[in-house]
């Protein structure tokens, strides 16, 4: 068939999510088209291998111009490019954020968009394997969330730490408060990934309504006297294909593609489609711009002892830790890797933490290298909520080309500022006794140099991704917003926007929850303009 009444570009978490709550409702026929293939990498389920899935054919990476401010180098953003998107190769990790994130979207125009009204999405995906009878969680949802079931002991010294420095302990980041340190909760079902693909997509795959088409890339949205009729796919074999829609289209391809997918459709800046050689159908300004991701700073130490995750995945190591996994789904193979972290508030004056903590028992190499092949242990300090602006734009008419990209991040001085007092707090963390006992030496930054020239140095030449671009499609109600507070696309009937490219605003940690909530809120959205 090349009809159906709902066409979903990109089966990432949100696509996923949209797809189930139209299935659920039983009334439409619904596509996912999806350019990577299906999750059948085996890496994908084993949660501690998701490093391998970033560098397979299961990702992309998307890098930035040359940026000054980032030390003339660009930066690198690791995209999923299979059925779950983003959860089929991230850390695992269920933060929802703050509160006043959404409330502070809805103080940007995007009506209906606050926490209250967010919360019972949060609550009916998911089925919470600790906190069931929390009125912040829900246990019914097909979306499993799980605590770990053995921690790594540098990851419990962490917390000691921590604790000892001040910090209180938080058993749940999604609930009453985000403050303190723990351990994450994660979107796993018995030390297996719950992707959104396996969460959402997989329980309704034999669905009489649902049709899955991977490996084809979308080139265009076909809209015709102002409306979105269908999607013009390129197959493998380079053969271009029209699928027609007759209810709506649902963009959900992330936040660096969705923006080129609608300015190679027409819809965006007119100078910069001119430019690309693409006709202008719809003026929209907005379309490509207000870029955000959480850019990190590693604080890190080598240890005394074997005790980190380096050499696990060689020789008798691997072979052991494999039986271990495939016999009894234990072990080293069923770790996150970043079980424990926490959120603070660099300024110590009791507003919302600024800062997100993200332990790792390994010593992460460069942005965009292996890890250094020694035992250590580290704590990304994660920007919360960067004040600095990109934009990403088509070059040409093709999406294969690559971006014009500029993340800008650490324009704003008050970005660097905050991830350093982060560090700083990260190294009177380090020297307390559980991890000062086990520290050698100092890793990140080099030499152990904390002066302020130094640490402004280190951050912007070392300052990394952690893979939550948004933004790119904000929505609200000013003559900039590319889409509405339903989502609909300004200037285009029966198209709209469902992924994190919307945020008016970056979420206060990881987006993949807030990604799938957006996604089931789109498809209630597109069933209410029947």
Known sequence: MNTYDVIIIGGGAAGCSAARRLIDDGRLSVVIIEEGRRDTNPFI?????????????????????????????????????????????????????????YDSWVADGADGWGYDDVLPIFKRQENNQRLAHSPFHGNAGPLTVSDPEKPHVLHEAFIDAAVAGGLPRNTDFNGASQLGVGFYQTTTRANRRASAAQAFVRPVLNNRNLAVIT?????????????????LVQAPSGEKISISARHEVLV???ALASPQILQTS?????????????ECLVESN???????????????????????????????SAVRNGINYLLFKQGVLASTIIESGGFLDTTHSGKRPDIQLNGQAIVAGPPGHPPIPDHGFGVGIQLNRPKSRGFIHIRTPDLSDPPIFFSKLLTDMADVEVIKRGLNIARDIFAEAPLRQLTKSVFYPPSGDMS?????????????????????????????????????VRGVRRLRVIDASV????????????????????????????
Do not use: W
């Open 45 to 101: 389920h084993i949660p501690a291998t998701f490093f391998k899935v970033l560098a397979s054919r299961d990702a992309k990476i998307v890098k930035t111009d040359a940026e000054q401010q980032l030390g003339d180098r660009q930066y690198a953003i690791p995209q999923g490019r299979v059925l779950g998107g983003g959860s089929s190769v991230n850390a695992m990790n269920y933060i929802r954020g703050q509160p006043e994130d």
């Open 215 to 231: 490996g084809h890339k979308v080139v265009r949205i076909i809209c015709q006297n102002g409306v979105a009729t269908g999607v």
């Open 252 to 254: 959900a391809a992330g």
């Open 266 to 278: 027409g819809i965006g800046p007119r100078l910069i489609l001119e430019k690309a050689g693409v």
């Open 286 to 316: 907005g379309v490509g711009n207000n870029f955000q991701d959480h850019i990190a700073a590693l604080y890190t130490v080598l240890i005394k002892e074997p005790l980190s995750l380096f050499n696990q995945d060689r020789g008798f």
């Open 452 to 488: 302020a020239k130094s640490l402004e140095t280190y951050i912007r030449t070392h300052g990394r991704t952690v893979y939550h671009p948004c933004g790119t499609c904000r929505m609200g109600q000013d003559d900039v917003a590319v889409v509405d507070p339903t989502l609909a």
């Open 503 to 530: 945020m008016p605003r970056i979420t206060s940690g990881n987006t993949n929850a807030p990604s799938m909530m957006i996604g089931e809120r789109g498809a209630e959205y597109s069933l209410q303009s029947l």
